[in-house]
């Protein structure tokens, strides 16, 4: 997701609280503004410390892929900066290597590995309808679990 002057203000504002310098990433959760809403809500609760997305939204013009350590600012469903969390690991595979602990970590539903599949497989299914590309069971995924830094 692209910068906005709304989270390089809100950017600035993390910055001057906390001492951190550097640059940072956009990101909402979801794909329709109740869903943001609600997964925005899990982040800044603890609950939610995980998020997945397709490896082919990443790299060449499209979004980059976060790194370990890098900073984004995440946006709740009418685009308004919410919080700051910072990427704690990534790893790509296809979605049936999730694990457990990953579906837990992503704090949604019921926080088992039937229910985030089947609900990540839906997930990927609108996305692939919405965008014109056919899903694929083994396309990679990229698995990426963070930390809340900075609550609004």
Partial sequence: MAKTPE???FWAEFCAATGVAGDYLVCAFGDSPAL???LTELVLSGRKQATAGLLRD???GA??????????????GANR?????????I???????????FAWDEGEGDRSRDWWLEAHLRFFARQAEAEGFAYDRA????????TLVWPR
């Fill in 58 to 60: 990443y790299g060449s």
């Fill in 81 to 89: 900066p919410r919080g700051v969390f910072r990427t704690t690991e």
């Fill in 7 to 9: 989270t390089e203000a």
């Fill in 91 to 101: 790893r790509i595979g296809p979605i049936d290597s999730v694990d457990d602990a």
């Fill in 139 to 146: 396309m990679d995924v990229v698995f990426e679990r963070f």
């Fill in 63 to 76: 979004e980059p892929l976060p790194r370990p350590g890098d900073q984004t600012v995440f946006l709740d």
């Fill in 36 to 38: 943001i809403d609600e």
